[in-house]
């Protein structure tokens, strides 16, 4: 069934119209990213050409998608904004609050049981305000996204970083704050700086071992975690069409690890072949009609250098497997390279678990993929030696892998089939084979490895691999293992090779499910009740940030952040996802896994008011009890990561004005300003150096906050001498203005009270 046709036809009919007007003004061939963007000005039809990263415009997504844990916020936020109803189609996916312990059956009963509450808010409000719901089981958002909404040439915002999946089937999906879709289900434009662009050419084929994993884990190598921000990646080429449209999901959606703002295919035969598939004939039938406006104009593809900001060519023929890590996505090393480099870094070359599935890698083809690699160790008599444990996409996938026999070869080998949703990938595991934090190594098909990620343990060395890879891996239990080259020893002693993985793109039967998990919300929502707790853990009630005003004196600095600090680092995720619904108690894991610069420890800062060393929000909360300001100095890419908007205001809440880094990672920026606070960055980043652990800081200047107009800082020492610091800014007027109201919430709530 095809979800909102009425909207997907709208968006196609006027399509057509403002792509030749796009064109006309723009004066050149346009690539698919601009085709989409230019199609959805909230303004309508364009009249002027916008400047890659420097224009900010105003956008109309036609749907947002936002999972359970970021959800909640979102909501929160949304009821305050005064509307009765959401104004573009809106879904809600509860896929994270699952934890992942001993199998599908048990952990989805005792997620009910024990997120009842949260799950139950979700569904009145959902009900109340006309949002699709999908219960607890229905499976991993970004897969129910692709299966059932997406569409080639739309353009939708979600409450998760990796809603860039949706890609694969030819979209502009951008991974967004809470604020920033409260914006658009208030029938208010969307706002975002027009992107630079990417383009990567896709030659040849994969074969053999290869797959479309292998090609984002080798953009990563090249990109870095934050090569990509800012841009758009657009694929093109013989190489993508020879991809299938999940295989492209899987690419566009582990682009969110090199900080891009979304990756996206043209239209092709695979996605029409997948539309068809998930019961969406409707949809290509429609595309088929504009077909031409669903991808770049010829002239770009021909003479990409010309058109795009950067252009990498990747020949599919010679790409070889890669596993990246750990502690980072991006550290690149192919298959068979890891063990003199694991043994240089004192990596644990013994493989403890490997986990497959998760929103980037739980397609039907992923699963038969790794299936091959498990019944060739099941028939050659292979005994697994490590651990295995998996997470199908949906319940349609499940049901079908299920009736397929594919989840029984994976049992066979003694693995975990975990509950459709997210687990281990998100820090939703319960590991019973670690306690503490004893050295290991895992293999997985998830996209993030940063330290704690998936079980909590800082010692646990995540390896980032495509499902079939990390099925040969766990089965030979070794990180350094080569299946292209190397041998086993089976339980009759004989040496045996694992042959080279086959897969399916479809299933041959079609696919199947009794019970999807989806609820449609009643047709008129004002009389359902959304009733939360005063006494809640889980859930509260906002209440409006105060404007910070245009005079900082007598700030305190509360953490100067060295090297990496992901929205992990600033708010964990783990078993803090039970208070993402409540501000105040996530509020006490701000900045508990950001590394102090002064004594490299965590959750370690000096209260100068006491000159004692405690944990960073309880040196917060000291400071917002005495009425005094404070600022979190930061490094490179600071915010890297998820879209979570509790990164920014957690510290919000507790009292911090600024944030000063050197880089940026563009969602946090943006939340920064939607929370009413000033996200800034060295003019000169060596001035990161001059600030000092007691340091006292005044805004000099604050008083003439403008756009294009740099802040100076003023940092007071312990010893009396001062640094006066320039602190640049990418704030439009409309964004002060957040500011100046004290959040982008208070600024809606303003104008629809008018």
Request: net charge negative; proline share 4%.
């Amino acid at each position: 069934m095809a979800f909102d046709i009425e909207m997907i036809k709208a968006v196609y009919e006027r399509m057509a119209n403002r792509v030749d007007e796009a064109r006309k003004v723009v004066g050149k061939p346009l690539t698919l990213a601009e085709k989409i963007l230019y199609t959805h000005l909230w303004d309508g039809t364009a009249t002027s050409a916008y400047k890659r990263g420097k224009d900010y415009v105003d956008f109309a997504p036609d749907r947002i998608a936002c999972q359970d844990a970021t959800a909640q916020m979102a909501l929160l936020q949304f009821m305050q904004a005064g509307k009765a109803k959401v104004a573009v189609p809106t879904t809600v996916h509860c896929d994270h609050l699952i934890q992942a312990k001993q199998g599908a059956a048990a952990d989805l009963k005792r997620a009910n049981e024990t997120s009842n509450e949260v799950f139950d808010f979700l569904a009145s409000v959902s009900n109340k305000y006309g949002i699709g719901f999908w219960k607890p089981g229905a499976g991993i958002i970004h897969q129910v996204v692709l299966e059932n909404y997406a569409f080639p040439g739309g353009m939708m915002i979600g409450t998760d970083s990796h809603t860039v999946n949706a890609g694969g089937l030819g979209m502009v999906a951008i991974g967004v704050g809470g604020a920033d879709a409260v914006d658009v289900m208030a029938g208010m434009a969307w706002e975002l700086k027009f992107p630079k662009l990417i383009g990567v050419k896709l030659t040849g084929k994969l074969n053999g071992w290869t797959s479309a994993k292998d090609v984002i884990l080798k953009v990563a190598g090249i990109l870095t975690v934050k090569g990509g921000t800012g841009a758009i990646v657009e694929y093109f080429g013989e190489g993508a069409k020879n991809l299938s449209c999940t295989g492209k999901g899987t690419i566009c959606n582990m682009g969110a690890e090199i900080g891009a703002t979304t990756s996206t295919f043209g239209y092709d035969a695979s996605m029409e072949r997948y539309l068809r598939a998930t019961d969406r004939a409707e949809i290509a039938d429609e595309a088929n009609k504009i077909k031409e406006y669903l991808t770049a104009d010829a002239e770009v593809y021909a003479n990409p250098e010309a058109y795009f900001d950067q252009v990498i060519e990747i020949d599919l023929d010679t790409l070889r497997p890669h596993l990246n890590g750990p502690f980072t996505p991006d550290l690149a090393t192919p298959v068979g390279e890891l063990g003199p480099k694991a043994k240089a870094n004192g990596w644990p070359i013994k493989v403890d678990w490997g986990l497959i599935g998760s929103c980037t890698n739980s397609s039907y083809e992923d699963l038969t993929r790794a299936a091959s690699i498990a019944k060739q160790a099941v028939d050659k008599k292979i005994k697994a030696k490590s651990d295995f444990g998996i997470n199908p996409g949906s319940e349609q996938i499940r049901f079908t892998a299920e009736r397929d026999g594919i989840l029984k070869i994976f049992e066979d080998l003694d693995a975990t089939i975990f509950t459709n949703a997210c687990g281990p990938c998100i820090g939703q595991w319960d590991r019973s084979d670690l306690k503490g934090d004893e050295k290991n190594t895992i293999v997985h098909s998830f996209n993030r490895n940063f330290s704690k990620r998936a079980d909590g343990n800082p010692n646990t060395h995540a390896f980032v691999g495509s499902p079939e890879m990390v099925a040969a891996i766990a089965i030979s239990g070794r990180l350094d293992f080569d299946p292209m080259n190397d041998t086993l020893l089976n339980e009759d002693g004989i040496e045996v090779k694992l042959d080279e993985p086959k897969g399916l793109e479809l299933p041959p039967l079609g696919f199947a499910v009794e019970d999807a998990g989806y609820v449609e919300p009643i047709a008129d929502g004002s009389k359902v009740d959304v009733s939360v707790s005063p006494t809640s853990e889980r859930l509260q009630l906002l209440t409006p940030f105060e404007p910070i005003g245009n005079e900082i004196k007598g700030a305190k600095l509360l953490i100067k952040a060295f090297g990496k600090c992901t929205t992990d680092h600033i708010s964990m995720a783990g078993p803090w996802l039970r208070f993402r619904g409540h501000l105040d108690n996530i509020s006490n894991n701000m900045l508990i896994g950001a590394v102090n610069a002064y004594n490299k420890k965590t959750n370690f800062v000096k209260n100068q008011l006491t000159g004692d060393y405690e944990g960073v929000p309880d040196v917060a909360r000291a400071y917002k009890a005495k009425g005094i300001k404070s600022i979190v100095v930061g490094d490179h890419n600071y915010g890297e990561g998820s879209s979570r908007e509790h990164a920014a205001m957690e510290p919000r809440h507790l009292g911090v004005a600024a944030v000063l880094v050197k880089s940026f990672a563009r969602i946090h920026e943006t939340n920064l300003k939607k929370q009413g606070m000033l996200g800034l960055t060295f003019a000169n980043e060596n001035d990161y150096d001059k600030i000092q652990e007691d340091d006292t800081i005044n805004f000099l200047d604050l008083n003439e906050f403008t756009p294009g107009k740099p802040l100076k800082l003023e940092f007071l020492h312990k010893d009396g001498s001062k640094d006066v610091i320039v602190a640049n800014h990418t704030y439009n007027q409309s964004q002060i203005d957040w500011f100046n109201e004290g959040s982008a919430l208070n600024l809606i709530k303003k104008e629809n009270a008018s």
